[in-house]
């Protein structure tokens, strides 16, 4: 039996696997807040660099290079930003987020899904305040590295929720909420830094960062009132009863008997060896390896975090002013919103894979005419980049973060959260290296963009091909398919097969 066969024997299992009850929409819904954290994290770092007192009052020396670039329009705008102190804000968060994924990897499968989402929003509180409040670059760094926590511990433990929870015919759907989330995050911060930009009294940053309490309150007291996902209470509690009654409930069906055997046998096998880590290191989970470690990868190299993060700052480069600049970081925040919630709508009908196509051919021919775009305006005004050209980025930057709000956005959270076997789907070692590969690129964006200039746009543009091909060639597609029969699918793949033949997991794999 090949990929597609067994794809749709399992399809056809699930069936009866429940539909969609407000009760799983109201957790889901809570839990997916886990996103909007992270989301307004990245808006809000992006925008209060952008500002002027924000600068002057932690930055002194990037101020002044910006007011000395902004009386005689230079050619050396790509370097303005490019200081490590000025690096270390944005990327000490993911530092501390690295660290955080590894110990919510225990607290996830020791305790459940429910204490390491409330971790996270209370770390993420407590950084919000001394944020607002910060007096020095020490607070501020401090700061960012109790987000960095609450933002490990909710990428961590949200997505893994929301897939649990799902019916397997909405799990796409409901797991791209958390991407979904993460745009409605950036989009509130880019308009709060837009309002608070304005304020003329200079501390309109405080604002925009303490606000980042709302939604991080909001996660925090929600999830004292979520329910555990009936995955998670026979991995910890070993109560099928419990588990049974949980599942009913979320699936609005009594006829549940097939997926709580699933649960069961999967569970039976996550037993076996308490250490998720050695389990994935083992030959017949070397496709689920590879996938952890290129996925998140894959995710930072499209070049998505050099809009994220700098969006405000690039926008200034291609000659906007601060107000302009963060206008435009709105508009592309609006776009990227409603193209993951499109992706929403589609990605249980077309698939995972033609997502990603469709995305990843998008991005590049966006990034590649942005690069000669840029180019080309350098070179007919002196190296200095004039507004006409500047509207013309910003529409090639949207439709770039289009392509991103539909295929890698969601599906980098998607995929990773549904192609594991329980015993070692706590993702920690997803998101571990995507931290690690964020940090990465915070790093050295600015060094990157001061050398290369408009060269960086391609530079991410080889690596969407790469990606792209990669994808099609050996990652499965999992569209409809219930979650604890997903492995069944490497079983059969054309190149992951020869390595996991040998994997005594019968009960739970496709026959």
Not at 358 to 384: F, K, P, R, S
Request: aromatic letters at 12%; proline letters at 4%.
């Amino acid at each position: 039996m090949g990929e597609e066969e067994a794809r749709k024997e399992a399809m056809a299992k699930s069936e009866s696997g429940g539909k969609i009850t407000y009760f799983v929409v109201a957790s889901c819904v809570m839990a997916a807040m886990g996103g909007v954290i992270f989301g307004y994290d990245l808006g809000v770092s992006g925008g209060v660099m952008s500002m002027g007192p924000f600068l002057k009052k932690f930055f002194p020396k990037v101020y002044k290079l910006q007011e000395e670039d902004r009386t005689r329009r230079s050619n050396n705008h790509y370097c303005l930003f490019n200081s490590q102190l000025l690096t270390s804000f944005t990327s000490s968060l993911y530092v501390s987020g690295f660290v955080a994924t590894l110990l919510a990897s225990s607290v996830t499968r020791s305790w459940g899904r429910k204490p390491s989402i409330f971790l996270g929003g209370l770390a993420f509180l407590a950084g919000s305040a001394l944020g607002g409040s910060a007096q020095n670059v020490a607070m501020l760094i401090i700061a960012r590295l109790l987000l960095g926590v609450g933002v490990g511990f909710a990428n961590q433990s949200v997505p893994l929720y929301l897939s649990e929870m799902a019916p397997a015919k909405y799990r796409g759907a409901i797991s791209n909420g958390f991407q979904l989330c993460i745009g409605i995050g950036f989009l509130t911060a880019n308009l709060i830094n837009y309002e608070t930009q304005k304020i003329k009294h200079g501390y309109g940053w405080r604002i925009s960062l303490a606000t980042a309490a709302i939604p991080a309150s909001v996660l925090t007291l929600g999830s004292l009132f979520l329910p555990e996902t009936p995955n998670s209470i026979i991995q910890t509690t070993g109560d099928v009863r419990k588990a049974e009654l949980m599942l009913c409930r979320v699936r609005g069906t009594q006829n549940v008997q097939d997926e709580l055997t699933d649960l069961i046998e999967a569970s039976s096998d996550s037993v076996t060896d308490s250490n998720a880590f050695v389990i994935l290191l083992q030959k017949k989970y070397r496709p689920e390896l590879v996938m952890a470690l290129a996925i998140p990868f894959f995710q930072q190299v499209t070049g998505i975090n050099v809009v994220a993060f700098y969006a405000p700052v690039l926008f200034r480069t291609v000659g906007f002013g601060e107000s302009g600049s963060l206008m435009s970081t709105l508009v592309t925040g609006i776009v990227g919103t409603a193209s993951t919630f499109l992706s929403m709508l589609v990605v249980d009908r077309i698939g995972r894979k033609t997502l990603f196509l469709i995305g990843g051919l998008q991005m590049l021919v966006a990034q590649v005419t942005i690069g000669v775009i840029i180019m080309v305006a350098e070179g007919h005004n002196n190296g200095v980049i004039g507004e006409e050209y500047g509207y013309t980025v910003v529409v090639l930057v949207c439709v770039y973060v289009a392509g991103f709000g539909w295929s890698w956005g969601p599906l980098g959270w998607l995929v990773p959260s549904e192609i594991f076997p329980l015993e070692i789907r706590s993702q920690s070692v997803t998101v571990a290296v995507s931290f690690v590969f964020t940090f990465a690129v915070a790093q050295s964006v600015p060094p990157m963009l001061c050398k290369f200039r408009a060269g960086i746009f391609f530079f991410y543009g080889g690596w969407v091909v790469v990606m792209t091909v990669a994808v099609q060639l050996f990652l499965p597609e999992t569209k409809n398919v219930p979650i604890e029969q997903v492995a069944g699918l490497w079983d059969k793949h054309w190149f992951w097969r020869r390595m996991t033949k040998k994997r005594d997991i019968q009960e739970t794999t496709i026959l």
